[in-house]
């Protein structure tokens, strides 16, 4: 190879190159907290919260997301595969996963948002709107019952069916009378259609029911759940959740790996806010900080009495 073959494939290495970190540095700087494009993988129990919260985000500021519904084991696979940098999930990340991440000296921004709950439903004609815990965690243990013919699920690999499987002690969820489908609307509707069987859904779902399921939503019952240690049946409820009182409470979270100041960090900043609050608020979903509420009490000169 000439001295002058050699001069050239170099340069157009370097060329190729610092082009290269051009265009990726570009991407990087087109992106702020408040404007760009992201994508965001979310846990599908939730999904109808966060469509709410990125619609109001997208409305104010100059922004756009992509957001994709997935399992809660294909939402942590792509986030530990690097597929995925900004993630909501119902859960916290385990010491475990946060341990991989530091073993990438990577420190994940984690967001508490929002108190959501599990819900359990039956169909319109059964009369009785109430069950208990112990229950449905003896039916998952191969006790069968008068009252449950089956246990229904959105997806195997759900977070619903990891949350139920650590109350069972179970690590996979038994074969005999337990179905498992791909959504939540997809359970909400099997359980409209047959009678005994309980299905296992996120309270999210029925808070903010599309409209093509309000139909579905009415041949269904939301049924009031006794704990594993308290005594009463509690519903799903707004005050329930507050109050602490229903058994099936878990907590929501946006876990940013961006790594930088990009539309993750806007968007949890945003979420945890006054406004991402109270729109939480308003979905039926407990606020993770209550919005505050200033009155503003206007006394006409002749209503004040003079001393």
């Not at 190159?17 to 700087?29: P, T």
């Not at 296992?200 to 029911?209: K, M, T, Y």
């Not at 939503?217 to 519903?235: P, Q, T």
Request: charged content about 20%.
């Amino acid at each position: 190879m000439s001295r002058f073959s050699f001069y050239l494939i170099f340069g157009s290495f370097i060329f190729f190159f610092f082009n290269c970190k051009k265009d990726e540095n570009n991407v990087l700087n087109d992106e702020t907290i408040l404007k760009g494009k992201a994508t965001i993988y979310v846990d599908e129990t939730v999904t109808p919260i966060v469509e709410d919260e990125v619609m109001v985000f997208e409305g104010s500021y100059d922004a756009k997301f992509t957001l994709i519904s997935e399992s809660e084991s294909e939402v942590l696979n792509s986030l530990f595969n690097k597929k995925a940098s900004i993630v909501v999930l119902a859960r916290n990340l385990s010491k475990k996963e946060l341990n991989l991440f530091e073993q990438r000296k990577i420190v994940p921004k984690i967001t508490k948002f929002a108190i959501d709950g599990i819900a359990f439903v039956s169909n319109k004609s059964s009369n009785d709107t109430l069950i208990a815990l112990k229950d449905v965690i003896g039916f998952m243990k191969g006790e069968r019952s008068s009252k449950i013919k089956g246990i229904v699920f959105d997806n195997p690999n759900s977070s619903t069916v990891s949350y139920m499987n650590n109350l069972a002690g179970l690590n996979n969820l038994p074969e005999n009378d337990i179905y498992t489908f791909k959504t939540n609307n997809e359970v909400l509707k099997f359980v409209s259609e047959n009678n005994g069987m309980i299905g296992v859904v996120g309270v999210n779902w029925l808070s903010q029911p599309v409209a093509s399921m309000e139909s579905v939503i009415k041949n269904i019952n939301v049924l009031s759940v006794k704990g594993l240690d308290r005594e009463g049946y509690y519903a799903p409820s707004q005050n329930n959740f507050a109050e602490g009182t229903y058994p099936l409470l878990r907590d929501l979270y946006i876990v940013n790996c961006q790594g930088y100041s990009g539309l993750g960090m806007g968007l949890s900043s945003f979420v945890a806010g006054d406004i991402g609050q109270r729109i939480i608020l308003k979905s039926g979903l407990l606020p993770y900080t209550m919005p505050t509420r200033k009155l503003n009490i206007i006394r006409n000169k002749s209503d004040i009495k003079k001393k």
